[in-house]
């Protein structure tokens, strides 16, 4: 693995890691070309930038504590770098590109020695790029792009002046860094999270995990009931440590060797919340969702509002436990009948008998429950099916 390497006042031999280029830009590579006074030129604008979206030319001198002739020379160079955008209409304005904060938070880093180098990227989500970094053991970098993409197509369409409401990207990207860190700190190392190690401006420093999101692997038959197991645990213990996640999905969580670990946190909301519960039964949701529709064979539809009353009490122990009453009267059905869980032969058996029960409840007004009655409609059903042959095939378990 080959590493930008960063040395304390972020100079010294560099190489850039090459595959990066065409991903992302990983501004590590021209960190030896800058000397102080340029970072003094990029922190002066990250100041003026809290008050307007492009800064003030004739501000900064100011803003660096710097003499005029001198910002004039550093601006040049920053946005040869294109770590400083210029824009003209009615003054002259400036402000950073997404790579000139990304050099003040990596020269920090490099002071605190947290990291030594940055390597290739990790992974470029929706709204972070993510590189592996180096120190004394493997890291992830993570900066964050909050505001940033929605800020880009506001600034088409605006007048650059109209600062009175003014939201810097810088701001949201900030806001997203220290709360995914925060809930990193509260939840590690109770819940299976990167261990979190330093964070700066939009940047956060965290442990790289090993194993690949769940998105991307392609589980044994076997292990797919044990690993979402594994997740909903992790969430039960992180509403019990106070967060709910906010915004899960099957890319948000990586299965490795080691065991699962859960990512991306900048969403996550204090169980107090209003919304609390519904974004608990959105994640899980999402999560029970994406088993049900990857893995058909292995898990059915759960019920998922005692499955999430569980995991806010703690009580959560397996998925199997929450099968829907629909599931388990189908399985009772599928056990008595002998029929084999085929694709579609579940639907065509499931319709039938729910079309027989209906009818039957509004022929005689009763509403008792589908399990209870579960021998009363196979026996109903089995006459309506008598004319078409129903062949006992081999049966196998539903998994849960
Ligand atoms: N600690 C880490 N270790 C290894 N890879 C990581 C780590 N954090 C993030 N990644 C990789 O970067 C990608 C994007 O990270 P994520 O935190 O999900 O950001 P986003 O908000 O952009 O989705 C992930 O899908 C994962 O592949
Ligand atoms: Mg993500």
Redesign the pocket.
């Known amino acids: 693995m080959r590493f930008t390497r960063l040395d304390r006042q972020t100079q010294g031999a560099f190489h850039l890691w090459e595959d990066s280029q065409d991903m992302v830009r990983n501004v590590a590579g021209i960190m030896s070309e800058l000397e102080d006074k340029d970072f003094y030129l990029l922190s002066g604008i990250e100041q003026g930038m809290r008050f307007a979206e492009w800064v003030r030319h004739n501000k900064l001198p100011d803003y660096a504590d710097m003499a005029p002739e001198e910002v004039d020379y550093r601006l040049n160079r920053c946005t040869d770098r294109e770590l400083v955008q210029r824009k003209t209409i009615q003054y002259e304005g400036y402000q950073l590109e997404v790579e000139g904060y990304d050099a003040l938070a990596l020269r920090t880093f490099a002071e605190r020695e947290t990291i030594t180098g940055v390597g290739a990227p990790?992974?470029v989500?929706?709204?972070?790029d993510?590189f592996e970094a180096e120190s004394y053991r493997p890291f992830?970098l993570?900066f964050h792009r909050e505001g940033y993409t929605q800020f880009r197509e506001v600034m088409k369409e605006r007048d650059y002046t109209s600062d009175r409401d003014h939201i810097s990207w810088l701001y949201t990207a900030r806001k997203a860094a220290e709360r995914e860190l925060e809930v990193l700190e509260d939840l590690y190392p109770d819940v299976s999270v990167?261990r979190p190690i330093d964070g700066n401006r939009h940047a956060i420093v965290?442990?790289?995990?090993d194993g690949v999101?769940l998105g991307r692997a392609a589980l044994e038959p076997d292990q797919v009931v044990g690993v979402l197991d594994l997740i909903l645990r992790e969430f039960a213990d992180a509403y019990d440590a106070g967060w709910i996640h906010g915004d899960f999905s099957e890319?948000?969580v990586a299965v490795g060797e080691s065991g699962i670990t859960v990512?991306?946190w900048p969403q996550a909301t204090s169980v107090d919340h209003p919304n609390a519960r519904e974004l608990l039964e959105r994640d899980i949701e999402n999560l029970v969702g994406y088993f049900s529709r990857k893995y058909p064979n292995q898990t059915s539809s759960a019920n998922l509002r005692s499955l999430c009353d569980d995991i806010e009490t703690a009580d959560f122990d397996t998925v199997r436990e929450y099968a829907s009453e629909w599931n388990q009267f189908l399985r009772a059905c599928l056990r008595v009948t002998g029929f084999v869980r085929l694709e579609g032969e579940i639907t065509v058996g499931l319709s039938r008998l729910w079309c027989v029960e209906s009818a039957e409840r509004e022929k005689t007004g009763s509403d008792c429950s589908p399990i209870t009655d579960c021998w009363w409609i196979l026996n109903t059903a089995a006459d309506c099916w008598r004319p078409s042959p129903v062949v006992p095939l081999e049966y196998h378990e539903v998994s849960w």
């Not at 989500?125 to 972070?128: A, S, T």
């Not at 965290?206 to 995990?209: A, D, G, Q, R, T």
């Open positions: 990790l992974g989500g929706k709204e972070g993510v992830a993570k990167p965290m442990e790289k995990f999101e890319y948000n990512f991306d």
